[in-house]
């Protein structure tokens, strides 16, 4: 059975850090492309962020480039999102993904709320 | 990164079918025949209903269809039940390795 569990959330003030992970079974984790979307409370999916299977290609919506970094390790079967500067906006549940074949996300973990404020 | 374009939401009487629409533009709805949806339960994740723009994942009930044409997706629930009261989202790739969601989609049964 496949597995994502996230954890690391949390509050944290404006500027902060915060390490999110995803611990992954159930599947070869280094053979996915893994994704992060998050969700404002109330709001829509937003993607935020994608590592390939190696780690070697990451890419970024407009929203966190800059501030938040993707990896992973493959030997623990685990990715994470490093988030700087964090901002008020970045106030959302945090949910790993699985990427599949033709890019859809076949598997997702719980979520994780990350709240920023002062 | 725009977000594509859903109608906030949708409503249908129990048996009768409902479609949703999903409009992007020829950089990513138009442009990918990898047009997702997703189906969320209230404080529980997203769960995959279509990929590739019509298929069904395996266990996902045949009352689930979808489409496309130019630049809007469309998802069909058919026999509409009490149990699909919940919102959904489409996705789609948006080039450079970046995806994009819908706003949402609340389905309301009457």
């Known amino acids: 059975e496949v597995q994502l569990l996230e954890s690391g959330g949390g509050s944290i003030q404006p500027g902060g850090s915060l390490r999110l992970s995803c611990a992954a079974s159930?599947?070869?984790?280094?053979?996915?492309?893994m994704t992060w979307v998050r969700q404002a409370p109330g709001k829509g999916l937003e993607w935020v962020s994608a590592?390939?299977?190696?780690?070697?290609?990451?890419f970024y919506a407009d929203s966190v480039k800059g501030r938040f970094t993707i990896s992973r390790d493959n030997s623990k079967d685990t990715l994470y999102l490093q988030m700087n500067s964090l901002r008020a906006d970045d106030t959302a549940v945090y949910f790993c993904a699985k990427d599949n074949w033709s890019s859809e996300f076949d598997y997702w973990g719980q979520g994780n709320l990350v709240t920023v404020s002062s | 990164q725009s977000v594509l374009t859903q109608p906030a939401a949708v409503s249908g009487s129990l048996g009768q079918s409902i479609t949703i629409s999903c409009t992007g533009t020829s950089r990513d709805v138009g442009n990918y025949n990898q047009v997702s949806w997703y189906q969320q339960l209230p404080g529980k994740a997203p769960q995959l209903i279509i990929y590739?723009?019509?298929k069904r994942p395996s266990g996902v009930s045949s009352r689930f269809s979808a489409s496309k044409s130019g630049n809007t997706a469309s998802l069909t629930i058919s026999g509409l039940q009490a149990e699909d009261e919940v919102n959904y989202y489409c996705c789609s790739p948006a080039g450079l390795n970046t995806w994009v969601f819908g706003g949402g989609t609340k389905v309301t049964v009457l």
């Open positions: 590739e723009v019509t």
């Open positions: 159930g599947f070869t984790f280094s053979d996915w492309t």
């Open positions: 590592i390939s299977s190696s780690g070697a290609a990451t």
